[in-house]
């Protein structure tokens, strides 16, 4: 379920009351084509009251400066739709997200590479961790972007 939300982070000129956060919950996504701002974000992140943490390359692969992939135009579509959802603020570190350990859209040269197999399996909603799962309005087309870049990364392997 897609919802527009209007979220405020400070109060109106003048009013000196405390800001107000209406906060969006994790599962919480914005219509296709938008995204949090980093302000909003910056508030989830400190309302989670959780430590940064650190990114690593857990593809199992070199990551290559000039990856294909980078140009894919998948790869943006997935990027769009977890930038206009609220779990891009935990997994952007600028914005001291505690969650980018299990991937960090600021990992370069591709985002994915931060993420495990075991991840993107989540992610794409391969488990039962419905919760983590990305609420996207394409599931289908998440599931078979996910399944690819996993048989990519086994046949690595071989």
Do not use: I
Request: glycine share 6%; net charge negative.
């Amino acid at each position: 379920m897609l919802l527009a939300l209007t979220l405020a982070c400070a109060p109106p000129a003048g009013d000196s009351a405390d800001p107000v956060h209406d906060l969006p919950s994790h599962n919480e996504c914005l219509e296709e084509g938008e995204r949090f701002s980093p302000e909003v974000c910056v508030a989830v992140v400190d309302e989670d009251n959780r430590q940064p943490t650190v990114s690593e390359n857990k593809s199992g692969d070199e990551p290559l400066d000039d990856d294909p992939r980078a140009a894919d135009p998948e790869l943006a579509w997935v990027t769009s739709e977890v930038q206009r959802c609220a779990c891009a603020c935990c997994h952007t570190r600028s914005w001291g997200g505690p969650g980018v350990y299990f991937y960090d859209l600021e990992w370069a040269p591709v985002w994915t590479d931060s993420a495990s197999s075991w991840t993107l399996g989540v992610f794409a909603g391969f488990t039962d961790e419905e919760r983590q799962t990305l609420p996207t309005s394409d599931l289908a087309r998440l599931q078979a972007w996910a399944e690819a870049e996993r048989e990519r990364r086994w046949a690595l392997d071989d």
